[in-house]
């Protein structure tokens, strides 16, 4: 099975730097990607990576290590508009069912202060 | 705007009642997925059609049910409500199945049981 763990809470002051940690438990899994979700609003993708190391996107980095089983997106350069939940997600090895489930983890809800 | 819309916007019924969701993807998406998410909790996998057919199923509830037609609309048929069924219950499309095939969502169908 799949099992993806996140705080459920980060809080950080604008212009600042945060770093929102996943760390997981599958048996195999294609890549992990993230999203981001405005008070019930229809969630947003944000990066995905295949491959372990760092891939950068604007002010938002996403980071995989395959051999932690730990992934983090960081946010720079905090803006108010960046509160908002953020849920990571793997998308499962499936061998006999070409589906392509996507599994989320529980949400790290963000508050970024003035 | 992400291409993917979904009706109704708010639902109201009883227990006991069954109502139907609808969601049309984003053009040329063939892939479509539901999910459903409780009050601050995460998404919860549903359902995956691929063109037509199911492709991979999460826990989904024996009272639930779904489909994909020729045009690629799909609906979630949920039946028996309880209380509990009450949650935000997201669609979701992609242009095919790949990893790296980022899912966009609508803004959802909030589902309200009394």
């Not at chain 2, 109502?19 to 409780?38: F, H, I, K, N």
Request: negative net charge.
């Amino acid at each position: 099975g799949q099992s993806l763990e996140q705080p459920s809470e980060v809080t950080a002051v604008e212009g600042a730097i945060v770093q929102i940690n996943c760390t997981y438990q599958t048996s195999g899994f294609y890549g992990l990607s993230w999203y981001q979700q405005h008070d019930g609003g229809a969630p947003t993708f944000l990066s995905y990576n295949a491959l372990d190391g760092l891939e950068e996107t604007g002010r938002f980095s996403s980071f995989l290590s395959r051999s932690d089983s730990y992934g983090y997106l960081l946010l720079q350069e905090l803006q108010m508009k960046d509160s908002a939940s953020y849920f990571c997600a793997v998308r499962p090895i499936m061998i006999y069912n070409q589906g392509g489930k996507l599994i989320f983890g529980q949400g790290t809800e963000l508050s970024v202060k003035p | 705007d992400s291409g993917v819309t979904q009706t109704p916007k708010h639902l109201i019924t009883a227990t006991g009642q069954r109502v139907t969701l609808r969601c049309s993807p984003r053009s040329g998406d063939l892939s479509v997925y539901w999910y459903q998410q409780s009050l601050d909790q995460g998404l919860q996998f549903l359902i995956q059609y691929y063109n037509g057919e199911e492709r991979a199923k999460g826990n989904i509830l024996e009272r639930f049910s779904a489909q994909q037609f020729p045009d690629l609309h799909s609906e979630l048929n949920l039946s028996s409500l309880e209380l509990g069924d009450s949650a935000l219950y997201f669609c979701a499309s992609s242009p095919g199945q790949g990893p790296d095939s980022p899912l966009h969502f609508g803004n959802g169908t909030r589902l309200t049981v009394t």
